[in-house]
T-cell receptor, first 112, second 113 residues
Framework: EDQVTQSPEALRLQEGESSSLNCSYT??????LFWYRQDPGKGPEFLFT???AGEEKEKERLKATLTKKESFLHITAPKPEDSATYLC?????????????FGAGTRLAVHP | GAGVSQSPRYKVAKRGQDVALRCDPI?????LFWYQQALGQGPEFLTY????????KSGLPSDRFFAERPEGSVSTLKIQRTQQEDSAVYLC???????????FGEGSRLTVL
């Protein structure tokens, strides 16, 4: 069964304090690994797709990396506006058409 | 439209009532998904449509849940005889292809009393 585990559950950072969020996954054939950002009361917003081990994607202060067992979302010099829940999801070749399996998320709070 | 639109945003139902939640996907998007999100958890897959065909309904928790997309655009998620455990945010998402880059609506928050 495809599964995604995210850690930590919650993270509090000072503005400018860099850190990383972890996403461990098991999937029977990875089609893609996805990172989403979710603000309170909103739907998730797409950030990145990673397809194969060794791949990296960057956007502003965020960088996502992928290995065969986990993905990291690195946040460099975060700002308060980066505060949100970050969700990781996988899409496999088996287990149903196109569906994403999400982790529970990491709630990030960045304080000035 | 500019994005995925869901209505109502908030719904309070008494246990045993039927509810209907509507989703207007981005125009031209072939794929449409429904997810359920409990407080503090990630979204959980309910069902998937490609155009009007419901290709995967493996995540629907019981036969009280029913989804349709008759003309391949607007979709409705119906929950019959609601129970307290149905309280959650119901998210609709669409995509132009079968990729995992989904565009989510803001969700419909259902509270069953």
């Amino acid at each position: 069964e495809d599964q995604v585990t995210q850690s930590p559950e919650a993270l509090r950072l000072q503005e400018g304090e860099s850190s990383s969020l972890n996403c461990s996954y098991t999937v029977s054939g990875l089609r893609g690994l996805f990172w989403y950002r979710q603000d309170p009361g909103k739907g998730p917003e797409f950030l990145f797709t990673l397809y194969s081990a060794g791949e990296e994607k960057e956007k502003e202060r965020l960088k996502a990396t992928l290995t065969k067992k986990e993905s990291f979302l690195h946040i460099t010099a975060p700002k308060p506006e980066d505060s949100a829940t970050y969700l990781c999801a996988v899409q496999g070749y088996t287990g149903g058409y196109n569906k994403l399996i999400f982790g529970a998320g990491t709630r990030l709070a960045v304080h000035p | 439209g500019a994005g995925v639109s869901q209505s109502p945003r908030y719904k309070v139902a008494k246990r045993g009532q039927d509810v209907a939640l509507r989703c207007d996907p981005i125009s031209g998007h072939v794929s449409l998904f429904w997810y359920q999100q409990a407080l503090g958890q990630g979204p959980e897959f309910l069902t998937y449509f490609q155009n009007e065909a419901q290709l995967d309904k493996s995540g629907l928790p019981s036969d009280r849940f029913f989804a349709e997309r008759p003309e391949g655009s607007v979709s409705t998620l119906k929950i019959q005889r609601t129970q307290q455990e149905d309280s959650a945010v119901y998210l609709c998402a669409s995509s132009a292809s079968g990729s995992g880059e989904l565009f989510f609506g803001e969700g419909s928050r259902l509270t069953v009393l």
